[in-house]
């Protein structure tokens, strides 16, 4: 199943906004701080790869928390989307046309989201107690 496809992603999608990558000439998909109980499940989240069609894809990955952790903060989201295997796992999926496709579409997937009025801040997260 395909994130877009999926319930889920109607959960996530107030917490999506779009990153403009100037050495990719390209949008990524970033999101938000999630809700701790969002972002357990994005994180668990399981979808094909849209090029090779391994299964064991988070769609939802979280940043690595390292030395340059704030720097990239700055510009971007502590969450992004990637539809393919890692790189470190198959480096051709997620440099694969398949990959480009598919980021396009979840692109225009937020922009819909945005243009239909839904563009306000994310809820804040709800109190468990
Ligand atoms: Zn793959």
Redesign the pocket.
């Known amino acids: 199943m395909h994130l877009l496809d999926s319930p889920l992603w109607l959960r996530l999608v107030p917490y999506a906004f779009l990153q403009y990558y100037k050495p990719e000439d390209r949008h990524r998909v970033e999101f938000h701080e999630l809700p701790e109980l969002l972002r357990q499940e994005a994180l668990a989240f399981r979808v094909d790869?849209v090029?090779?069609?391994?299964s064991g894809?988070c769609p939802i990955r979280e940043r690595p928390r390292d030395s340059d952790y704030d720097r990239r903060r700055a510009v971007t989201g502590p969450y992004y989307y990637a539809g393919?295997?890692p790189q470190v796992v198959?480096p051709g999926?997620s440099r694969s046309s398949a990959a480009s496709a598919d980021l396009d579409r979840m692109v225009e997937a937020v922009r819909g989201y945005q243009a239909g009025g839904n563009s306000t801040p994310p809820p804040t997260e709800p109190k468990l107690f």
């Open positions: 790869c090029r090779c069609g391994w894809v393919t295997c198959k999926c």
